[in-house]
């Protein structure tokens, strides 16, 4: 099958279809992969986590520890669970999990992903020239990084290396260790922050089941089959740490507009409240505006997924989620952001505020000329699309541009 491999956006959906407790053939049907790659994909890439040593010949379980460990006991076998020889082939959604005794084994996306791009990683670093090669290469450069000479002077000057191989090629070998200096004394080391590769998992995905084809993969092939949708992108910010507010922001990329609501702090539930609101302040005109609603992940987006849909089951709207940690998927929205902070900067409280002095906020931000709305405001592009009517219904009001102040005292 060509693309067999799976992305991160396919190892989402294949933890969501777990946790769903679908057969291994409907999660292939969903995947559109192969059922022997979900079975490799879930038995290379998941992890482990040790039981109370319960050997699989002896049957008995060991008090004391450490008699199996570095080779004490030459035949014991950890226990494996019967779940491992049927889909999931882990631990996954198994009630027991908490107070079994026996070895356990779990697929998470992030970690599974995490591993197999280093995999990827890993066999590729090898090293393609002889020793006899390298060791001219670290007669020429040692010397001269010593001297406090750059690996670039070195080359240019340097046909002999040139002959063997890039500069690029020599600052990788040097980096790796192959040669005899250290990369601290070129002269322009750059020192980063060393990654352990130790055992701890990346943390779950809390909720994963609102995720089932709501990936940001997902969200781009719906795009690509209904280009002409308006699209919606949903975020908050918070202010300083401990506070019980936050602000929920809904932005219109297409205009770089942003509205938003005054929502608790880290609540699913405030989140949804205010949604809810705004589909019975819209009425049918909400079916008509907000057709695409692409979602962050964090704790208070957890419950997002139920506005789809009314109270009575019928579909109102398509939602998607971002991936996991990554900003950049709601990128306008991110980029509206700074105007707020221009306001309200990072670090600063956001209990005094109000609904009303969010709608303030927001006026003002919309009344900002934009050179990527060719020298016209959201708020005037947003009138000529949508009306007078949605924009009050939403609090937004008309702010002349010479009054527009993105300033602190804006809300003090």
């Given at each position: 099958m060509r693309q067999a491999k799976?992305?991160?956006?396919?190892?989402?959906?294949?933890?969501?279809?777990?946790?769903?407790?679908?057969?291994?053939?409907?999660?292939?049907?969903l995947l559109k992969k192969s059922r022997s790659t979900i079975y490799r994909e879930i038995v290379n890439n998941c992890y482990?986590?040790?039981?109370?040593?319960?050997?699989?010949?002896?049957?008995?379980?060991?008090?004391?520890?450490?008699r199996f460990k570095k080779g004490a006991c030459e035949q014991f076998q950890a226990r494996s669970c019967h779940r491992w020889k049927k889909f999931p082939y882990t631990c996954?959604?198994?009630?027991?999990?908490?107070?079994?005794?026996?070895?356990?084994?779990?697929?998470?996306?992030?970690?599974?992903?995490?591993?197999?791009?280093?995999?990827?990683?890993?066999?590729?670093?090898?090293?393609?020239?002889?020793?006899?090669?390298?060791?001219?290469?670290?007669?020429?450069?040692?010397p001269g990084v010593e001297k406090g000479q750059s690996l670039y002077h070195i080359y240019q000057n340097s046909s002999r290396l040139q002959a063997i191989c890039s500069e690029r090629t020599i600052r990788r070998y040097l980096y790796r260790g192959y040669l005899s200096t250290t990369p601290f004394k070129l002269p322009r080391y750059a020192r980063y922050r060393r990654k352990h590769d130790g055992e701890k998992v990346s943390p779950?995905?809390?909720?994963?089941?609102?995720?089932?084809?709501?990936?940001?993969?997902?969200?781009?092939?719906y795009l690509q089959d209904h280009p002409e949708q308006h699209v919606w992108q949903y975020d908050s910010v918070e202010g300083k740490k401990g506070d019980k507010k936050a602000i929920l922001t809904i932005t219109y990329p297409k205009f770089r507009f942003q509205f938003g609501f005054l929502i608790t702090?880290?609540?699913?539930?405030?989140?949804?409240?205010?949604?809810?609101?705004?589909?019975?302040?819209?009425?049918?005109?909400?079916?008509?505006?907000?057709?695409?609603?692409?979602?962050?992940?964090?704790?208070?987006?957890?419950?997002?997924?139920?506005?789809?849909?009314?109270?009575?089951?019928?579909?109102?709207?398509?939602?998607?989620?971002?991936?996991?940690?990554?900003?950049?998927?709601?990128?306008?929205?991110?980029?509206?952001?700074?105007?707020?902070?221009?306001?309200l900067p990072k670090g600063v409280s956001l209990d005094f505020m109000t609904q009303e002095k969010v709608n303030l906020l927001f006026s003002h931000i919309n009344a900002?000329?934009?050179?990527?709305?060719?020298?016209?405001?959201?708020?005037?592009?947003?009138?000529?699309?949508?009306?007078?009517?949605?924009?009050?219904a939403i609090g937004i009001k008309y702010v002349r541009p010479e009054d527009v102040l993105l300033r602190p005292e804006l809300v003090r």
């Amino acid at each position: 099958m060509r693309q067999a491999k799976l992305g991160l956006d396919d190892r989402i959906n294949l933890q969501a279809a777990i946790a769903k407790n679908l057969s291994l053939k409907e999660a292939a049907k969903l995947l559109k992969k192969s059922r022997s790659t979900i079975y490799r994909e879930i038995v290379n890439n998941c992890y482990y986590k040790e039981g109370r040593h319960s050997c699989a010949h002896c049957q008995k379980q060991c008090q004391v520890k450490d008699r199996f460990k570095k080779g004490a006991c030459e035949q014991f076998q950890a226990r494996s669970c019967h779940r491992w020889k049927k889909f999931p082939y882990t631990c996954n959604g198994c009630e027991k999990s908490n107070y079994c005794r026996q070895e356990k084994r779990y697929y998470n996306c992030i970690e599974a992903h995490n591993r197999s791009e280093l995999n990827k990683k890993v066999s590729r670093t090898f090293r393609q020239i002889s020793d006899d090669d390298l060791l001219i290469i670290d007669q020429i450069v040692s010397p001269g990084v010593e001297k406090g000479q750059s690996l670039y002077h070195i080359y240019q000057n340097s046909s002999r290396l040139q002959a063997i191989c890039s500069e690029r090629t020599i600052r990788r070998y040097l980096y790796r260790g192959y040669l005899s200096t250290t990369p601290f004394k070129l002269p322009r080391y750059a020192r980063y922050r060393r990654k352990h590769d130790g055992e701890k998992v990346s943390p779950l995905i809390r909720n994963l089941e609102r995720l089932l084809l709501r990936t940001f993969s997902d969200y781009c092939k719906y795009l690509q089959d209904h280009p002409e949708q308006h699209v919606w992108q949903y975020d908050s910010v918070e202010g300083k740490k401990g506070d019980k507010k936050a602000i929920l922001t809904i932005t219109y990329p297409k205009f770089r507009f942003q509205f938003g609501f005054l929502i608790t702090s880290k609540s699913s539930r405030a989140v949804k409240s205010k949604i809810r609101h705004l589909q019975k302040l819209l009425g049918k005109k909400f079916q008509e505006i907000f057709q695409v609603n692409l979602s962050d992940n964090g704790p208070e987006f957890l419950t997002f997924h139920e506005v789809e849909t009314d109270e009575e089951g019928q579909v109102l709207c398509k939602v998607f989620f971002t991936n996991p940690y990554r900003s950049t998927d709601k990128a306008h929205c991110e980029r509206n952001h700074e105007f707020i902070r221009y306001v309200l900067p990072k670090g600063v409280s956001l209990d005094f505020m109000t609904q009303e002095k969010v709608n303030l906020l927001f006026s003002h931000i919309n009344a900002y000329t934009r050179e990527s709305n060719q020298n016209k405001t959201p708020y005037q592009l947003m009138i000529e699309s949508f009306g007078e009517e949605f924009m009050n219904a939403i609090g937004i009001k008309y702010v002349r541009p010479e009054d527009v102040l993105l300033r602190p005292e804006l809300v003090r």
